[in-house]
């Protein structure tokens, strides 16, 4: 073996190493900013619940075309969507200093899905009802 396949023999290594390195600390560094960008069950419950000043909550628009006899089925199912996010990110915990059961938000959010995508109205208010009802598991004075 020659000294110049020597040396790229002694490179390719160390350089690969070095990439490695390079690309688990920046990775890393992409978990950990995730992980701070991460939003709250606080912060997923108010996008749910609450509207801007002057706008209807993503909760309010869902309850309020379950209401009419011809629901808008694409706002509902772009509405549901916080709430879905929400039943992610509380299923099988205890939230926050909430008490009670999370299981039956979850449990109602996908009853609403299942509803939305089929365009059943009377399956959805069912739905939303037992969603309603279910704040009360977690908000409890």
């Known amino acids: 073996m020659n000294t110049k396949t020597a ?13 490695v390195t390079f690309f688990g600390l920046f990775s890393q560094r992409g978990v950990q900013a995730a992980k701070k960008n991460k939003p709250t069950v606080k912060e997923l ?8 000043k002057g706008k209807k909550a993503p909760l309010q628009i869902v309850q309020d075309q379950l209401r009419s006899e011809r629901p808008d089925w694409i706002l509902i199912a772009t509405n549901a969507k916080p709430l879905a996010v929400l039943a992610n990110a509380i299923k099988g915990t205890s939230v926050l200093n909430y008490k009670g059961p999370t299981k039956p ?7 609403l899905q299942a509803a939305t995508k089929n365009h059943d109205l009377t399956k959805g208010r069912a739905a939303m009802n037992d969603l309603i009802r279910s704040c009360v598991n977690c908000h409890k004075p």
Do not use: T
């Open 7 to 19: 040396k790229i023999a002694m490179i390719v290594p160390a350089a690969a190493l070095l990439l």
């Open 105 to 111: 938000y979850v449990d109602g959010v996908a009853l």
């Open 45 to 52: 419950m108010l996008a749910a619940h609450k509207a801007p």
